[in-house]
């Protein structure tokens, strides 16, 4: 079975660019999450889509949005890029309920110049 | 306001010795318990979980306890082996399908 793909691996923009974030979650699940990590924060959570449809969204700013296709493959998106955005993105699926085990990507690390 | 918290950023232990990793919590509406093992470059992978109803889950050489009354949770691992040394995130959500909610990680050094 073929676990959480993320693509890009890494990318580099510059301020006020935008950027998207693929996340193929395993077959079979049908959340995905999304979160942001950052030297020091630990994880924090962006928002999830379960069926193609925002179940749960984190404390981020509007720049910040997502969505879900009905293959349950999902997209981040983050406009007007700012250098605080800097991190590692990660996505995570699971099967249904989002609180039981979430596998993980390897993550997308975004730098922002 | 932090939900879970890993206070301790960083601990080393020799090979062979029992590791103690700590985590707190504050929302006690919080009833299931995760532990993840993260490697630089890679994704956190899921190592071990308990529910509210249970004190103690135990696989392998990985013990979690739980004490519900004072908020604490934390992640045994004997004996300690060179491989295991990463950063480790607890996370905690509640029954209603609300997020998993993450401490910011304690780097464990396992020193042969």
């Known amino acids: 079975k073929a676990g959480v793909t993320q693509t890009p691996r890494y990318l580099i923009k510059t301020r006020g660019q935008q950027v998207t974030l693929s996340c193929s979650p395993i077959?079979?699940?049908?959340?995905v999450s999304w979160y942001q990590q950052t030297p020091g924060q630990g994880l924090q959570f962006l928002f999830e889509?379960?069926?193609?449809?925002?179940?749960n969204k984190g404390n981020f700013p509007g720049r910040f949005s997502g969505r879900q296709f009905s293959n349950s493959r999902s997209e981040m998106n983050v406009s007007t890029l700012e250098l605080g955005d800097s991190a590692l993105y990660l996505c995570?699926?699971?099967?249904?309920?989002?609180?039981?085990?979430?596998?993980f990507g390897q993550g997308t690390r975004l730098t922002v110049v | 306001d932090q939900q879970v918290k890993q206070n301790s950023p960083s601990l080393s232990v020799q090979e062979g010795r029992i590791s103690i990793l700590n985590c707190d919590y504050t929302?006690?509406?919080?009833?299931?318990f995760l532990w993840y093992k993260k490697y630089p470059a890679e994704g956190p992978t899921f190592l071990i979980s308990?529910?509210?109803?249970?004190d103690k889950n135990e696989d392998g050489r990985f013990t979690v306890f739980l004490n519900k009354s004072a908020k604490h949770l934390s992640l045994h691992i004997v004996p300690s082996q060179p491989g295991d040394s990463a950063v480790y995130f607890c996370?905690?959500?509640?029954?209603?399908?609300?997020?998993?909610?993450f401490g910011k990680g304690t780097r464990l050094s396992v020193i042969a």
């Open positions: 889509y379960f069926s193609e449809t925002q179940r």
């Open positions: 995570a699926s699971s099967s249904d309920r989002q609180n039981t085990e979430a596998f």
């Open positions: 996370a905690a959500s509640s029954l209603w399908n609300t997020p998993l909610v």
């Open positions: 929302n006690s509406m919080f009833d299931y």
């Open positions: 308990i529910s509210s109803i249970k």
């Open positions: 077959s079979g699940h049908r959340s």
